[in-house]
């Protein structure tokens, strides 16, 4: 009976962190990519690319250092194409907390940039967005200009938001 | 500063005045082309070569090549200015000509193809067979970055990174580094001819010519403390290091001002230039003062009131690594 009893105290536990658990785990696996099409007239032209953050380096020798001190966990990455023509770059950081993402933002941000509606704060150039959402941080790169990349780049990166 | 005229004046005597060779028989004298006494450092610009996100013009960057190498070499003719920078035993012996770009920051800011190719294209034209030319990097996806497609086929242009060849299983050292170099150079190519592209640099101030060389060693991340100072310097101290990379055609077409290494296209900037030189300490600080110029020109602070200069350049300069000047007064810098 007492047996039974610890059992059941047991599995009530492993419930109770299984549900805790389930939505950190969930963020840290989850798939931030959009796949080809699922957003107009982008395709999804490279494999993801996971750095641990040991690993960084591999990936941007030289830039890894301010995300490690801000706390990165780990670094996706992977390519995009807008309509055949214009390529980007999706990068998403995933760092120990909200406040991790936030320095590296604040950090990059300067006053050309415009604010963007994006998870809990993003900016704009003409060829990049940065935003954050909780410990996420998200910078899309577009490699040329065209008349409606802004408006390519943003709806790209408002599928990203939706996946996080 | 002087001009092309003057310069074809003097070069010819301060070339006659040097030319020691090594205990390996290879010309070894810094600034061969040089007037005695100062390095030589030359900066070709073609100010309309490329507009903002246009693509470049091949006969133009070819054209820009030739008036750089000219014009440092003292030679009239492109060939004859080649065979002045590899040596003909190198041609005759068919020795690996490495060209070391730099790839890091991805497509948007690496090495241009078409310097590439157009240097390719001048080095075949003075006898080097295709397979003995080997564009390298650290690995496919940096290569790739360039707009190069990989090939280790002996019979064309060769392509591939140290993620092929591999890293020599033992270390070598010089002060702080202790690094394992990758057996493209330490193996396969007798010179290397360094590809580096002009980049400022959150922790070095500026990334060119030495800082390039972190891309022959397997852990480069292990070089970063203290503003990559003295690990620039240490590193390029290593014998292979120091030896075999004998002339540096610095990539400034492109450039980011700030936010570097990596690429950030709110920072972009077309210097329109090649950078070229044999000693790298110079080239560098060269370099160095292209980038703030164009820093305080956009409104930013100089890399040292930034609080990130390029210290590694002076640590080189210095007598415990001697690679170079860094003193202005001692560049013999020449605009084309």
Known sequence: ?164 | MESRRDFLKTAATGAALLGAESKLGLARVLNQHAQPGKSKVVIARDASLHEAGASLDEKRVLALLDRAITAYTGRAHPAEAWKSIVPASFISGGKVIGLKTNGLGGKGISTHLVLVLAIAERLQQIGVKPGNILVWDRNARDLEACGLTINTDPSRLRCYGSDVAGYEAQPVAFGTANVRLSKILTRECAMVINLPILKEHDLAGVTFAMKNMYGVVQRPNELHANGCNPGVADLNCVPAIREKVRFTIGDALTSVYDGGPGFHPERLWYPNALIVGEDRVAVDHTAWQMLDRKRVEVGFETLEAAGRPPRYIATAADAAHHLGVNDSQRIHLMEV
């Open chain 1, 1 to 164: 009976m007492i047996f039974r009893s610890h059992w059941k105290w047991a599995f009530a536990v492993l419930v109770m962190a299984a549900v805790v658990a389930v939505p950190g785990c969930k963020k840290k696996n989850a798939d931030p990519y959009p796949a080809s099409g699922a957003i107009a007239g982008w395709q999804k032209t490279s494999d993801t690319r996971v750095f641990a953050a040991k690993d960084l380096w591999q990936y941007i020798d030289g830039d890894a250092e301010q995300y490690l001190a801000a706390g990165v966990v780990s670094t996706a990455t992977s390519d995009y194409k807008y309509q055949g023509q214009l390529e980007a770059t999706v990068d998403v950081y995933t760092m120990k907390d909200a406040a991790g993402a936030r320095k590296i933002l604040e950090s990059g941000q300067t006053g050309d940039a415009s604010r963007v509606q994006l998870g809990d704060a993003g900016i704009a150039y003409a060829q990049s967005i940065i935003f954050r959402k909780g410990p996420f941080l998200v910078r899309i790169v577009a490699f040329e200009t065209t008349p409606d990349s802004a408006q390519a780049l943003l709806a790209l990166a408002h599928g990203v938001e939706a996946k996080l």
